[in-house]
């Protein structure tokens, strides 16, 4: 057992109590007891004085790129330049440096051939490295119209879909993730373009399904996003341009179907206004900003917290999501 006292607490994020300060009491991972300051438990239990400091539950990253140093690995062919043990090199750090910054419990959401989350996943699990805990997709199911990038796995036709599908779970996949639009990052695709069929996800969905587990979808654009929600999709990536008849349709389904929106991994786009995808990401500013709003304020929806950059961004500040989300 462990007493910990003099704890702050954030309300929203602390159930079962209405205190804003106080001790708690530990008994091995759970949370026994949270009490007023100065309590006394009664338990001979050693005590650690957090002096005011904030007592949060472990975090959640919904969309993180483990294997990823810095965004440019995974675009065209540069990530063909890095070997098996530099991607899980990082993979390693990544899974550590969230850790420490809170995440307990991350998804990655787009491996590497080599599979290198999946394999430090099995790690974490087994005691034999220090890390968040890992739900990985395995490599991204992607038809040809997406540019080369080193997290695909091609697929074309709903025949082609379920083959992958099941190739990508055999492999050790805990769900699956497909790429639904065009992207930010990819010069030759248009961000609101959808480059993926109804067949085709509902073909993955079935798949996942019968597999106990869901899918994820990489949409920017209105049309992606909405065909998506429609075939059964569980989480919907980024979700920029999101209509508002699909916010009715997803709040209707409340339960089943939720928006992971990365605002950090955008902000860094904005943040190079004269390269060609910054050009294009201020372009689209103002209907994105209006889409999320809308979705955050006046629909019932679940949104989740993703930050969809790489480690060589995050460690410079591992917060920076909680601001630009305040």
Known sequence: ????????????????????????????HTIARIAPPDTDFGADAPVLNLKGKTLLPGLIDMHVHLCMYDDADIVGGAGTLIS????????VNYAQALLDAGFTTVRDMGD????????????IN???????????????????WTDSTTMGCLADG???FRKAARMTMARG???????????????????????????EIREAVTQARQNSTYVAIHAHG?????????????TIEHASMIREDTLAYIEDHYEEIGLVPTLYAFNGILEAP????????????????????????QHRVQIGWGTDVGLKIFEQDPMKEFRLRK
């Open 126 to 144: 087994k005691g034999r490295l220090t890390g968040s805990r890992i739900f990985t997709s395995g490599p991204i199911i992607e038809s040809s």
């Open 158 to 160: 709903p025949m082609e």
């Open 1 to 28: 057992m462990l007493i910990l006292k003099n704890c702050r607490f954030v309300p929203f994020l602390t159930e079962g109590t209405d205190l804003t300060q106080g001790d708690v009491l530990l008994d091995g």
């Open 173 to 199: 996949a805990d769900f699956l993730k497909l790429y639904g639009s065009g992207s930010l990052l990819m010069p030759s695709n248009e961000p609101g373009y959808p480059i993926i069929e109804p067949e």
């Open 274 to 297: 004269d390269t060609p995808n910054g050009v294009r990401a201020h372009k689209l500013l103002k209907q994105i900003v209006s889409s999320l709003k809308s979705a955050c304020n």
């Open 84 to 91: 098996p043990c530099d991607w899980t090199i990082n993979a």
């Open 112 to 123: 590497v051939d080599c599979l290198p989350a999946k394999y430090v996943r099995d790690a």
């Open 222 to 234: 209105a049309t992606a996003i909405d065909m998506a929600a429609h075939e059964g999709v569980h």
